[in-house]
């Protein structure tokens, strides 16, 4: 299993910034798409943003030009870099891999502990 480990979240007005960062390791593993999910209460998980291996991104649509997703494939990281941040975007937010065996054409979804991300009106 590949392990993450996020950090970044916390508390932020309305208008404000945060940093969000996962480490992935795993040695025996071939990292694919990096990505973050949230979840606020009473709502499903959904898609933050997402970055594919050769640096293409993919926003939900309620944070593009708000939101910037970065990967650093050599440290296995994924960054996702939140600004003029809202109360809506208040959620448990996950990093997501898929990432699957090397050498292997099957690879399926990992996932990070979740973290905080508070915004006060």
């Known amino acids: 299993q590949v392990q993450l480990v996020e950090s970044g979240g916390g508390l932020v007005q309305a208008g404000g910034s945060l940093r969000l960062s996962c480490a992935a390791s795993?040695?025996?593993?071939?990292?694919?798409?990096m990505g973050w999910y949230r979840q606020a209460p009473g709502r499903q998980r959904e898609l933050v943003a997402s970055i594919t291996r050769d640096d293409t991104p993919n926003y939900a649509e309620f944070v593009k030009g708000r939101f910037t997703i970065s990967r650093d494939n050599a440290k296995s990281t994924v960054t996702l870099q939140m600004n003029d941040l809202e109360p809506d975007d208040t959620a448990v937010y996950y990093c997501?891999?898929?990432?699957?065996?090397?050498?292997?054409?099957?690879?399926?979804?990992?996932w990070g502990q979740g973290t905080q991300v508070t915004v006060s009106s």
């Open positions: 997501n891999v898929r990432a699957g065996y090397k050498g292997s054409a099957l690879s399926w979804d990992h």
């Open positions: 795993g040695s025996d593993f071939s990292i694919n798409v």
